[in-house]
């Protein structure tokens, strides 16, 4: 298949009809209409057919479309790559993080940078753990910023500095007095659950299994800052990092440190073959500068 057959067949499948795919694509029916046909010719089985005036995918299709859909998603990242190619610059940083390194920790380290050097820009968009390597791959960002993403042969990650879990609990939950908590009594409380976001969610989940400790998870999120605003709102305690636990602290919630403490690594991230540039290694000092900050570390209550 050539690929403006991929790209029909594709946008036909997808949109379920000829009209809507070629509205899509921006093309008339009938050249959408002529170049399904030749693919269905040359590759000498029927892709479509007509079900009480719809049009179905036959099992063929549905089996050719797995494929397809894999070589269509490699064509967008390649076309991706070459705009932000377009777009990079050498006073220009594209940067993601994981989100709750968004809420503080970034925007307060962009400022401080482009005080020091106002001709630079930035391109930010927050990531999950293991939405890195592809946007690093298809160079939405030149540098990503996390905690322990996953190896990658691909990846080179150093790390800046070593976080903890934090215990984000509605106010007067524990005593207001105690740094930390002990991890066995979570137990007679409502858990708002990270276990979805990633290693740091595991490193809770490991400890709890290690602990034999059974806790009763009323909500799971992904996000930390999630997990905050809930038990914020009285839904139960939350366990968040550090730097979630202090861009949500206020009156009406208490955050606590654990024991045992759970550590986790803040790491930054870049391709192997695509080395960080000066810009962005003097980018990375300013988050090491700024993470290394005591105001949201538990002692600093």
């Not at 592809?134 to 996953?150: F, K, M, S, T």
């Not at 105690?178 to 007679?188: D, F, I, K, Y």
Request: hydrophobic fraction near 45%.
């Amino acid at each position: 298949m050539r690929l403006r057959q991929i790209e029909i067949f594709h946008a036909v499948y997808s949109n379920g009809s000829i009209s809507a795919a070629a509205r899509a694509l921006n093309v008339s029916q009938p050249s959408v209409s002529k170049v399904l046909r030749h693919t269905e010719d040359q590759l000498g089985i029927t892709l479509f057919t007509l079900v009480r005036g719809r049009l179905v995918p036959t099992d063929e299709a549905h089996a050719l479309f797995r494929e397809v859909d894999e070589v269509f998603h490699r064509i967008s990242s390649l076309r991706q790559t070459a705009r932000n190619l377009r777009g990079s610059g050498a006073g220009h940083l594209r940067l993601g993080v994981v989100p709750s390194l968004g809420l503080e920790v970034a925007p307060r380290a962009v400022s401080a940078f482009r005080a020091l050097h106002p001709e630079v820009t930035f391109d930010i968009q927050t990531l999950h753990h293991h939405d890195m390597i592809q946007a690093l791959y298809e160079r939405e960002c030149d540098l990503a910023i996390g905690y322990d993403p996953p190896a990658h042969p691909r990846m080179a990650t150093r790390r800046l500095t070593t976080a903890e879990l934090l215990l984000v609990s509605p106010q007067g939950t524990f005593d207001s007095e105690r740094e930390r908590v002990p991890l066995s009594e979570l137990e007679r409380h409502d858990l708002v659950g990270v276990a979805a976001s990633g290693p740091v969610g595991d490193i809770a989940a490991a400890a709890f299994d290690r602990a034999g400790i059974s806790v009763r998870e009323v909500v799971s999120v992904g996000t930390y800052y999630i997990a905050a605003a809930l038990a914020r709102f009285g839904c139960g305690v939350a366990l968040v990092d550090e730097f979630t636990a202090s861009a949500i602290r206020s009156s009406d919630v208490d955050i606590h440190g654990l024991e045992p403490r759970l550590r986790f690594g803040v790491q930054v991230a870049w391709l192997e073959d695509r080395p960080l540039s000066a810009l962005a290694e003097r980018f990375v000092a300013t988050v090491s500068s700024e993470i290394a900050k005591k105001d949201h570390r538990p002692e600093a209550q």
